[in-house]
């Protein structure tokens, strides 16, 4: 499928992108995952404090927390030269209906806890690997096992990532027959070249045709998910894929720059041959690059709506999962090396399939590693996370947690005032565009002192 013709909102979108790709910089991109997902890193959970997690699920649960879901599908068709996440490209079908039958069981033991028991979820978010790998049969017999042990009834939002080779019009109308509202496509190009090369399993006419779809039947949201400066990629080439994504007129679009963390394809190659910058974009171009998306997004119609995102319409286009996880709402996460947190204890599953099921079968939680977070780190961690929004209300730290982060943090706040990456609007905090574009490596200047050097882990 050739893409649509231009709309009245995409023409004459402005000036030529010029930025060349990474010239000899000491800006290169190097090894580590420097995108902060999480506060304290995980490299500070521990086997150890697996106990407090069931601490917590052994009290009387709680009156005003959000729950959310998760469910990881480490299942697809390829793995991507830069995917860092628990995947499996060899399961059958017989291997993948164990999988799934070892999720339900999980959930089934956290909805028998005391801290759980009768909770109704906020959120639901699907996750993987290749969720949208499932057959249409695997979709529905495990969602409606989800929701007999925590119902949907009073769910805001159902958010599932899909690939866009895995879908047919038959498996979207089942998606939007289970109750997905938000549908996240993961383009990351629409170039065919740039796809092979950095080990895409789908090519462009299937993007296209997995839009078009999605668009006759009606989800709340349509999110693309685009990375800036892969394998490959040219200025020009860049121009091209942010055209086309807006001519799409997806309801929201994610812009994600390149990063090169351990356990990827990318990174076992550098090693072996002894690189030590990877052959992507470096920052500063990645940062150009982005930066010049978000102006043609803005100049049609879109808006900036985090230091990743943007939406067509801010009244309508919101992120559930994200705002009520960056606000200390529970995360009940579900399958292989999965991440959550209860009452301010972060726990992550069993990372390899096999120890997984087995703790399941044995009638265990198959929870490998824990962290209790204290007070300060929970302010920490909402803190950070809120400031990559763009703007966060300084009253709403005062008000929850006793802090107020201008006198938490004078030497921080002042420095990022002084390079312009951050200014004061009457009780708001606002992260100029120049300070979102680089705001994970930022961000650590708030981490506590024990915690800042563990970018790389």
Known sequence: MTPPPKSKETTGVIEKLTVPLAPPSEDQTEVGNYFVA??????????????????????????????????????????CHFCYFRVYTDKNASEINAYLDAGIKEFERYSQTSYLAGRKPQFVYFGGGTPSYLSIDQLRDLTNRMKDLFPWDETEEVAFEAEPGTLTEKKLEALREIGVTRLSLGIESFDDHILEVNGRAHRSKEAYRAIAFAKTLGFDQLNIDLIAGMMDETPENWERCVHTAIEQQPDCVTIYQ???????????????????????????????????????????????SSAYTVVKNPETTKFVYRDSLWEGADLLSAGVASFGHFGGVHYQNQADVGP???????????????YPTSHEERFIREFILQLKLGRTRLGYFREKYGVDPLVRFPEQISDLQTRGYLSLDGDDIVISRDGLLQIDRLLHGFFLEKHRDARYT
């Open 38 to 79: 999480n506060y304290p890193p995980f490299s500070f959970w521990t086997p150890e404090h697996k106990g407090a997690v069931y601490d917590v699920l052994n009290s009387p649960r709680p009156v005003d927390t959000n729950l959310g879901l998760y469910f990881h599908i480490p299942f697809c068709r390829k793995r």
């Open 258 to 304: 390149m990063e090169i963390p351990y356990n990827t394809t990318i990174f076992k190659e550098m090693k072996e041959s002894g690189r030590i910058s990877a052959p992507v974009a470096d920052w500063k171009t990645k940062r150009a690059w982005v930066d010049w998306a978000f102006s043609q997004f803005e100049a049609a119609g879109y808006t900036v």
């Open 356 to 370: 997984y099921m087995t703790e399941l079968e044995k009638g265990e939680l198959p929870i490998f590693r824990a």
